[in-house]
């Protein structure tokens, strides 16, 4: 009988890891069953002190090296996304596919692409010869490996995974491990990611949410082997457990909040994906007071972790019927890739999503973690100002809103007269209509934590 320890290399690229793999009960299941583990990353000493705080360890880790990307390395990437960004497009009957293009303008970054969308618009016209440009993508590879390989000869571990599949500087790893066979495996990061067209981290097999995200993957990389593409679902919503539960009383307490008013979740987005966000609040708040709700009504405004920006400040400042609650995020890291959530976020974002009546939000995942508590939400689907270069109907036709299974899956205030009428609504029926939506793209009843655990030790 072979007793050997299985060694496990758990690549974390950037702090997108953290909360869904790092937070969850992934480690503690490999370590209850004896794995070796080894942490090779590119996060904080910071981020890096959580995780060990909040499993009761100390972590073996690497720190990954910079990665150094060749200027046709570089080409052959962009290319390759550009032209399976418009192999997409026809695929899906969808242009909103390439509106995920977004190269750089300026200078000689503006050749660079121009050159990139020739090459790819070239490609796409055949599968075959963008499967061509990635093998010989794959062979310039080979000259960026050395340091990483020296690495796995050193550690031989049994299998590496990967958090995020479009993370550049986990690339050579990967690549060394494909070198010298070792087992590897990524996941998708979320439900939006595969039309996208940057799986820049390949790996033997792949992780899914859903058999939903496995027939899109299969459709997007007929290449990849069916059996090598694995339903798991996804730790992210496993994180809710009852422990981390405040009572409302006491979560409303701590906030300054009146218990006995409906309370509203307004849901902040990154300035890219909406940049009239705050318009969307001023809209909000006027419909309250003109409706006469300020003194009956209570709204907690959670911004984007990631948008830094105090867009939002001129409204909330001057109502008191808001209150903004922070994410619990380190944000004083020199690179977003650095960006991390404190445990503690967990616990705020799953007591925002139990006790809150409804989110409001432009299109976004918060639908998928206000169900869980089986609580609604309201998508934003009008236009505030006329801007050729956006609106909510490119958001509302991308091609991860064709997951929904009717459109009643949530509330939709198509107009700012909407607020007040959908808000009756929400809070007179008090359940989600979102439930059936996340059946589809998270595998219900599976425990995706150990599945993934168990998968690593094969």
């Not at 390989?149 to 494909?178: G, M, S, W, Y």
Request: proline share 4%; net charge neutral; charged share 25%.
């Amino acid at each position: 009988m072979n007793n050997k320890r299985k060694k496990v290399i758990f690549v974390v690229p950037d702090g997108t890891g953290i909360r869904n793999y790092l937070f969850s009960e992934i480690i503690p299941n490999l370590i209850k069953q004896d794995a070796d583990l080894v942490v090779y990353h590119a996060l904080s000493n910071e981020a890096i002190t959580e995780v060990e705080k909040l499993h009761g360890i100390r972590l073996t880790k690497k720190n990954i090296p910079k990665y150094e990307e060749t200027v046709l390395q570089k080409l052959l990437r962009e290319s390759i996304c550009y032209g399976r960004l418009i192999y997409n497009t026809e695929l899906e009957n969808n242009p909103t596919v390439l509106t995920n293009w977004k190269p750089k303008r300026k200078g000689l970054q503006k050749w660079f692409y121009k050159v990139a969308e020739f090459l790819g618009n070239r490609i796409s016209k055949d599968y075959k010869n963008i499967l061509r440009f990635e093998n010989y993508y794959q062979k310039k590879l080979l000259k960026s490996i050395s340091v990483e390989k020296e690495f796995l000869q050193d550690i031989q571990p049994d299998v590496i995974f990967c958090t995020h599949q479009r993370a550049l500087n986990a690339i050579p790893i990967f690549k060394a491990a494909e070198m010298l066979n070792i087992e590897t495996i990524g996941a998708i990061y979320s439900w939006d990611n595969l039309v996208k067209a940057r799986l820049s981290v390949r790996t033997k097999k792949y992780i899914v949410w859903s058999d939903y995200m496995k027939v899109d993957m299969k459709k997007y990389y007929p290449e990849i082997l069916e059996d090598n593409i694995i339903v798991t679902g996804t730790p992210q919503f496993e994180l809710y457990q009852d422990s981390l539960l405040l009572s409302k009383e006491n979560f409303f307490n701590d906030y300054g909040l009146d218990i006995s008013k409906p309370t509203i979740c307004f849901s902040g987005d990154d300035e890219l994906t909406s940049p009239y966000d705050p318009l969307y609040l001023e809209d909000f708040v006027d419909a309250i007071i003109k409706d006469n709700l300020q003194d009956k009504v209570q709204v907690i405004f959670r911004r984007s972790p990631v948008d830094l920006s105090g867009r939002y400040d001129a409204v909330i400042d001057n109502f008191d019927f808001i209150t903004s609650i922070e994410p619990a995020w380190s944000n004083n890291q020199k690179a977003w890739t650095q960006l991390f959530p404190y445990y503690d976020d967990v616990k705020l974002l799953a007591n925002i999503c139990k006790h809150c009546s409804l989110v409001v939000n432009l299109g976004s995942t918060m639908a998928h973690d206000f169900a869980i508590f089986d609580n609604p939400a309201a998508y934003l689907n009008y236009n505030t100002t006329e801007d050729e270069n956006w609106s909510v109907n490119t958001i509302y036709n991308y091609q991860h809103f064709k997951s929904m299974p009717h459109k009643d899956v949530v509330y939709w205030i198509n107009s700012k007269e909407d607020f007040i009428t959908v808000l009756d609504q929400a809070l007179s029926q008090k359940k989600s209509l979102g439930k059936d939506w996340l059946k589809i793209i998270n595998t219900p009843n599976k425990v995706s934590t150990k599945t993934i655990a168990n998968l690593l030790l094969q």
